[in-house]
């Protein structure tokens, strides 16, 4: 009989469903948002089913079990993917306070690095760093593989890492033998090239840094307040010109970290113009700070590799982001407590490089780009998230508020107006670059994967809830 079969598919039907997760799983509807996405911006709701965006529409209906959050007057952005953090080996943060400082500040993914130990294949050391990730993460993670020296075993090895879900590797161009080992770098680039892994370079050159640190050391000048002199743009300038060279030559992906000065952005224009994968990063240090900072009196708490620059190539790294020349907003999060910044025994040829920046970084990139600079709120998404998707093959899992795509949504209120503290901040960093500064908007609730792991303000989310995510090799 018709009514006896439809009640058998209809239990048939609930069996089925108690055995796919998302079908168990919550609804969230965010109404009455302004969803923004680098391509567009639309006034609608957004359905939340379990990890995922299931409908974006108006005047959506929640269903009998849904929990809803009224975002009148609010901003709905893809949550920030920052693909340049460092949260483990030996920094104050761990995965877990790094986690809780990305998502107060709206960032739900991180990047950060697995060091394979010199006998370890590039897989074991994902699998040794996933289990960080497993026992601390709050917040998605990417990990790229920091190696060094190259070999024929280790470059043999790079494929792995798109079989992995990870594709991608960083090199320091500041290491003493980088130059020596270049033929060896091109075959590394070719070998990424062909299995779809992007290149990641620290473009400083070797040579010319330990020339300057040679000139101020027989000077007697090898004190901090001397930082600036001991890694002159001219390093970086020569290093960036040799990526684009190899960008070139290789036509591989080559992701160019933190860069600095209008002059290594120059050096980058021919090679984009002429559509070559050369992506370019830069950091907030770079876009609100000059080096004014490094000749005051806490100048050790500002010390990064690069250093702080003149005040005209803070407004070429700014306006690079706005007009389109550089393409993320990165935060390289590398948090040291005031006491190890500020030891006696660091000199120019001795630092450690780096601030906290996770918890800040956007806020403040929204209130001095939308804000004061005419920044657009899809490029302001584009530079903290979709980009670096894209880039490293997450898109459109993440950097999208789009169906289908992971639940990673920062509801920001564009008119609160807040205080940058240190005593707020959920590094274990005991400092900000930033301490006193105000900024007008915030990301008050936060979802990851569906899961909201800030609410108002208020960090919910438990360690262990993060995952790896996984990536699509760049081909
Ligand atoms: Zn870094």
């Not at 739900?108 to 690095?113: I, L, S």
Request: hydrophobic fraction near 45%; aromatic fraction near 6%; glycine fraction near 8%.
């Amino acid at each position: 009989m018709p009514s006896d079969l439809s009640r058998r598919d209809l239990l048939r039907a609930v069996a089925a469903a108690s055995a796919v997760p998302w079908m168990r799983s919550t609804e969230l509807l965010i109404r009455n948002g302004r969803v923004v996405n680098a391509d567009g911006i639309v006034d609608a709701d957004v359905r939340i089913i379990g990890e995922r965006i299931a409908e974006i529409g108006r005047a959506l209906t929640p269903g009998p079990l849904a929990r809803v959050i009224d975002a009148r007057g609010l901003l709905l952005m893809p949550g920030g993917v920052d693909p340049h953090t460092h949260l483990h080996g030996g920094f104050a943060d761990d995965l877990a306070s790094g986690s809780m400082a990305a998502l107060a500040g709206g960032i739900t993914t991180v990047g950060t690095f697995s060091f394979p130990a010199r006998e370890e294949s590039l897989s074991a050391a994902i699998d040794r760093t996933e289990e960080l990730v497993r026992r601390d993460a709050i917040a998605d993670v990417i990990l790229h593989s920091a190696f060094w020296p190259l070999s024929a075993e280790r470059i043999a090895a790079i494929p792995t890492l798109a079989a992995r879900g990870q594709p991608s590797v960083k090199y320091y161009m500041m290491r003493p033998d980088f130059a020596a080992q270049m033929d060896l770098v091109v075959r590394a680039l070719e070998v990424a090239r062909d299995a779809g892994v992007v290149t990641m370079l620290h473009c400083e050159d070797a040579a010319l840094l330990g020339a300057a640190v040679r000139r101020l050391t027989a000077a007697g000048r090898t004190g901090l307040e001397h930082y600036p002199e001991s890694r002159p743009v001219i390093a970086e300038v020569v290093a960036t010109q040799q990526a684009a060279a190899l960008a070139e030559d290789t036509r591989a992906p080559i992701y160019l970290v933190h860069m600095s000065s209008a002059r290594a952005l120059e050096a980058c224009r021919g090679a984009r113009a002429a559509g070559l994968p050369i992506f370019l990063e830069t950091r907030p240090l770079f876009i609100h700070l000059d080096e004014s900072r490094l000749r005051g009196p806490d100048h050790r708490l500002y010390v990064g590799q690069p250093p702080l620059r003149p005040r005209p190539d803070v407004e070429a790294m700014f306006r690079g982001l706005i007009d389109g020349s550089v393409d993320v907003l990165a935060t390289d999060h590398a948090p040291w407590t005031r006491e190890q910044k500020l030891d006696p025994a660091l000199s120019i040829a001795r630092v450690r490089p780096g601030a906290s920046d996770l918890q800040f970084m956007l806020p403040m990139y929204f209130s001095e780009g939308v804000g004061q600079r005419g920044l657009s709120l899809e490029r302001f998404v584009a530079t903290s998230s979709t980009n670096a998707a894209r880039i490293f093959g997450l898109y459109p899992q993440k950097g999208a508020i789009r169906v289908g795509s992971d639940a990673d949504i920062a509801i920001w209120d564009p008119q609160r107006r807040a205080l940058v503290r240190t005593a707020d901040d959920h590094s274990r960093s005991d400092y900000s670059p930033y301490e006193g500064w105000t900024v007008t908007g915030w990301p008050t609730t936060v979802i990851r994967r569906g899961e909201v792991v800030v609410e108002s303000g208020r960090l919910v989310g438990q360690a262990g809830s993060g995952q790896l995510a996984s990536r699509q090799p760049r081909l």
